[in-house]
């Protein structure tokens, strides 16, 4: 079994910034990939952004430029910088690994005010 714990969200006003985290513990070989995705009222859940073991990337169009996603492979932790946050960005965040099959994180608030 993994165990996520995210954390790092919370209220910010458009332009500011957030950095989110999210902590695998358990029984864990490697991680590969890990990835944050987000989910807003009303919407299905979306993918924001990857990495893979070997600190390969992929974001989404809507957050590149402004969201940089990296790991740390020793504390099997991932994290999401959030740079010039909209009220668009406004969502649940969570964090989803793959350690033999999918674990998702509880997700973390991210709120953006206008």
């Known amino acids: 079994q993994v165990q996520l714990v995210e954390s790092g969200g919370g209220l910010v006003q458009a332009g500011g910034s957030l950095r989110l985290s999210c902590a695998a513990s358990?029984?864990?070989?490697?991680?590969?990939?890990m990835a944050w995705y987000r989910q807003a009222p009303g919407k299905q859940r979306e993918l924001v952004a990857t990495?893979?073991?070997?600190?390969?990337?992929y974001y989404a169009d809507s957050v590149k430029g402004r969201f940089t996603i990296s790991r740390d492979n020793a504390k099997n932790t991932v994290y999401l910088q959030m740079n010039g946050l909209k009220p668009e960005d406004t969502a649940v965040y969570y964090c989803?690994?793959?350690?033999?099959?999918?674990?998702w994180g509880q997700g973390t608030q991210v709120t953006v005010s206008s």
């Open positions: 989803w690994v793959v350690v033999g099959r999918v674990y």
């Open positions: 990495i893979s073991s070997g600190s390969s990337t």
């Open positions: 358990g029984s864990i070989f490697s991680i590969d990939p």
